[in-house]
């Protein structure tokens, strides 16, 4: 992506900007024929140089908000003071107008050709982020005394677990805390309650690098928490009740929740329930029941079209399997310099996280790779350590680089 | 503003973005000295090439989201790419990174600084939009038996008021809709409950067009939903327990609610509120508990800054006044052609709802008006009639536009 940018950016503008066309050749013809050809190039270059060149970027292993796609960031930006001649910003876009219409239900139709999302699911596109689905979930589809299941691998599927206990009785059926949470149970031997209302997985745990390579089979629903792994392989959606997604990881920029939610779940909402937390007022309304975050719901449908392109999702895996490979593989031959606590069978393709035999080394770890323009690797602070969040926008040149550098690193201080 | 922009952006680009000084630099020593001055004239004109000519911009009167001031549109495009060399946008910085903790400190620093707002105010930036808070303020601070006061002058009103039942025991003590909410009731006739743990008001009914031009004195506390009209004017905030807003009509894109709250009222509520919408969490950890509406957010810094420059709050509603005085005297001195509902006494400064003698003619009005790019000019679908929404950002030249145009129109169709 990041080499592709400098040659994709122009042409997009010129075909998505008829006015830049214009101005271009309008400076050209106020020159001299003999001086065109030079004239033309500078112009057509100029058109993106109110940004700096690429080699000014810096590789983002941010958890997010994270590193999103550098050809998305050029269109939005070659959009943002006029989108496609609409003469204002996608931020000024009345939300029930014809232009912003045509954006989110694009952004939904993208979304379910991405992860053939059938007709019997509704595509939610809300704010609160996942922590607000921590409450929404047993709010709209448990009564107070319903027993649910949470299989707790992490700290992000611990809190969806204390949330609930407000509005439902959820039970721990497996924690991984004991092992300090770095692996998933053995379907087979899980005590699941035949009544509970809903088995919940947090699919991907963000802070502690574990993810699912495959699914449990529930007693009744399955509800997962994908904030982190959402779009970055295909997903068999019609094994899921529900599929919820904070957008800041893989597909957009923070503040806008994704819910895929099955039709036949919605609509019987515990009376407490805000407004806003009621998945059948959204899906009533298509996301616009109320003023939905525009601009983010953008963002995500230029982030689901550079998905598409790609290949779908089969593709955007293949590459995501590569650059997790190689950082691993760097771990695990360093003979104990660089150490991973995740158990090999589920060790994350988006989240990362290492230590040093010697943790003294780990700030000037963290320290030189800023220097060297690579940020946000220190681990989060509840783990230490270091992480590296290699979502789909993390270029494979950006894995190269950190792994030559930890290979430096290691050769200096080994 | 909309002339300012053309001169202001460059300026804005060279200073934010040196990147862009090398660059343009270095193309000009690309030429020979008898060129340079034509060269390096088209390269700081192409630092604004991506976008089209201030006189594509179309004057739009949406209700919000709505009209962003255009020399922050211009900021944005210049930083969107890469903010301030950092080597990323704002969209991808880690929430918790120098470089975001710096904006939104210096939006909250700001935002103070506009609303004169003392340190015995927290400042929340949260999603979810006014209907969110609806839930929120009972559930914050209230019990379950608690009584509380709401004026309803709109449909906002309302809203807040029907939420609430899910949460108190909420009373309306006025309410305007057997007048069609054209009105204000007067404070001294108002029957307040003496136990009432709030007297919640609509400051600004962005459907109806009524605004308060004073506030009652409440029996405990009162709290204001100033979504349509905050920082529109200065307000004295120590005359409230709570104001909250969505940030979408004045202050920035969708996706962002300010919260400003008395902090003696956080902490204290129900054990059935979800964790997001506990002022509390979000208080103790500056609105970062979990991940923030990071880019909304710094759009509203970016607005900050303009109003704060523009000479703040006083000098803005001197603006305003004047965009909504000739926009009144328009339709007041249309011999009935042009209608305004609302008692004068309390018109909207911020949303402007007018009909037609000849009602048969408002189709052909917006219509009209939307070849002449004045455009979202069609009431809102529960009202009919029209609606012109003129923000802080919208130009006084926007205005001037539509008058000359309703004159012009009742010249033809009168």
């Known amino acids: 992506m990041a080499t592709s940018a400098n040659t994709t950016t122009p042409n997009t503008l010129l075909l998505k900007n008829p006015s830049i066309f214009k101005t271009s050749t309008s400076a050209f013809h106020a020159f001299p024929i003999s001086k065109r050809l030079s004239i033309s190039i500078k112009c057509s270059h100029s058109a ?13 292993f941010a958890a997010g908000p994270a590193t999103l796609p550098e050809n998305v960031l050029r269109k939005a930006e070659s959009e943002l003071y006029n989108w496609r001649g ?3 910003s ?15 239900q694009k952004a939904e139709s993208d979304l379910r050709k991405l992860l053939d999302i059938s007709d019997d699911y509704a595509v939610l596109f809300l704010q609160g982020g996942a922590t607000t ?21 992490g700290s992000w599927g611990d809190k969806a677990f204390k949330e609930a206990t407000k509005y439902c009785k959820p039970k721990v059926i497996w924690s991984g805390k004991s092992d300090k949470y770095t692996g998933i149970p053995d379907f087979n031997a899980l005590d699941q309650n035949s009544d509970s209302r809903y088995l919940h997985i947090c699919a991907n745990e963000t802070i502690h690098g574990v993810e699912f390579k495959d699914y449990p089979t529930p007693a009744a629903l399955l509800v997962a928490d994908m904030s982190s792994n959402f779009c970055s392989k295909p997903v068999d ?4 009740g529900i599929i919820y997604a904070g957008a800041q990881k ?6 806008v929740t994704i819910v895929i939610v099955r039709k036949d779940l919605i609509g019987d909402a515990q009376e407490i329930t805000p407004v806003m937390l009621d998945y059948k007022i959204h ?10 975050p525009c601009y983010g719901i953008y963002m995500c449908g230029l982030v689901f079209e550079d998905l598409l392109a790609q290949g779908g999702l089969v593709e955007v895996e293949k590459k995501n399997i590569k650059k997790a490979q190689i950082l691993y593989d760097a771990i695990d031959e360093s003979n104990g310099f660089y150490r991973s606590p995740v158990e090999k069978s589920v060790r994350s393709l988006m989240n990362v996280p290492f230590t040093l035999e010697k943790a003294e080394l780990e700030a000037e770890f963290v320290k030189e790779a800023a220097k060297e323009k690579m940020i946000q690797l220190k681990g989060h602070r509840s783990v230490g350590g270091m992480r590296a969040s290699i979502y789909n926008a993390m270029p494979l040149a950006g894995v190269e680089k950190l792994v030559a550098f930890m ?3 290691q050769a200096r201080h080994g």
């Open 237 to 240: 959606v019609s094994k899921f």
């Open 407 to 409: 290979k430096d690193f």
């Open 283 to 292: 899906a009533d309304n298509n996301s616009l029941y109320n003023t939905p």
């Open 86 to 88: 609409a003469g204002m």
């Open 250 to 255: 893989n597909v957009g920029p923070s503040g």
């Open 133 to 153: 689905q921590f409450a929404s979930i047993p709010l709209n589809i448990c009564k107070p005394q319903d027993p649910v299941d949470y299989i707790v691998t």
């Open 90 to 104: 996608v931020m000024e876009m009345s939300h029930r107008g014809k232009e912003f219409m045509s954006i989110i």
């Open 48 to 60: 993106t140089v109110v940004a700096p060149p690429t080699q000014d970027r810096v590789f983002n």
